[in-house]
């Protein structure tokens, strides 16, 4: 199975991710996922959102409808293996 590259939100705590996910799905598809292993700063609930989204991603993070500083944003690329 090949997984295509797609975009990570992590966040310093579970609330954050909670509101995050509230405020965007009404915009864009998102995907509550445990947090890779390889990012230790996080509350260990993640965001993925479709490499295809993210222009509209970038969009709504400029309008800061998540609130800044309240995440990391990932684009991660999946092992071919």
Same mark, same amino acid.
């Given at each position: 199975m090949q997984t295509q590259p797609f975009f990570? &939100? %992590?966040?310093? %705590? !579970? @609330?954050? =991710?909670? /509101?995050?996910? +509230? =405020?965007? +799905? /009404? @915009? &864009? =598809?998102? /995907?509550?996922?445990? !947090?890779l292993r390889q990012v230790s700063q996080s509350c260990g609930i993640s965001l993925r959102i479709e490499a295809a989204d993210y222009p509209n991603l970038a969009s709504l993070l400029q309008q800061q409808v998540v609130a800044s500083g309240s995440y990391a944003l990932y684009h991660v690329t999946p092992d071919e293996s």
């Open positions: 990570m &939100l %992590s966040f310093h %705590s !579970t @609330h954050d =991710a909670i /509101q995050a996910e +509230k =405020a965007l +799905k /009404q @915009h &864009l =598809a998102v /995907q509550v996922i445990p !947090t």
